[in-house]
């Protein structure tokens, strides 16, 4: 059962992550904190790949690094788009929808099939995630930016069903780390050129720009390792419905760190989550 400690730990740097982006939105432009983030995984990806030896590379690489790239660019932008509109405890708990389209990419691109006991442990996540949407929703009746940030990461949901499977494609076609680091270059030098097209690279602060590589590169590069070796051991729906873990995290992060309210239905939600990932766990034993 190593994959699921790896995916626990690769859930904590997950909702790290969202937590850190959300803390460096306000002093950064969105593709000025993508570049400095992924540009800094690759570089410490690769680094890692040129210590332990470049692998052998198959045919089905090239395109699903690409695949998974131009899918990621669009998502991480509607992820900080998303994240400066609605609370962390809000928006990240949205992502577990990737879940439900996940079963039908995950079968079409890998061939992956769920267990029916695991396919009712993704159903619980995701019906853990409606809990923690519901009374919110039915008290606050989101409007403007708060309802565009959650409908973007609604879209970041499907986006990623889409690149999952490919994120594995890149792991077979390579190994955990060398893949990973060609898919950080791509949305990295993406960011940016557009950083460059728009000039907000120049007007960046050095010193939020330094934060983010030194923060936000080891996190992503560490999450990617941890699922990418998961990946090895057990098929993309199972392990992405273990690291949506993610919100529970997230969750806590939103109310201790952002002070974010109506926690009670957002941890209640979170305990039908987990009780789901249990139940994926357990039919995989």
Known sequence: MLWVALVL??????????ALVKQFLPSLADEVLAAATFLSASALLLLVS?????????????????????????????????????????????????LVFLM??????????????????????????????????????????ERRGILAMLAVAFLYSLALPFDKAVVLASDPVFGSSLVCLVIGGAFLALALWRGSLG????PAALRACLLLGPVLTLEAIAINLAYTQQIVPFVIAVKRLSILFAVLFGGLLFREGEMGFRITGACIMIGGAALIVLSTV
């Open 203 to 206: 007007k960046a602060p050095r």
């Open 50 to 98: 040129l210590v332990h030896g470049i692998p052998p590379v198959g045919p089905a690489l090239l395109p699903s690094v690409l695949a998974t790239g131009t899918l990621n660019i669009i998502a991480a932008l509607l992820v900080f788009y998303s994240l400066r509109r609605t609370d962390l405890s809000l928006s990240v708990p949205l992502i577990t929808f990737t």
């Open 9 to 18: 730990f690769a859930a904590i740097l997950d909702a790290g992550y969202y």
């Open 104 to 145: 039908g990419s995950s079968w079409l691109v890998l061939g992956e099939v769920a267990t029916p006991a695991g396919a009712l442990g993704i159903l619980l996540i995701v019906a853990g995630s409606l809990v923690m949407h519901v009374p919110a929703a039915r008290a606050r009746r989101f409007q403007g930016e």
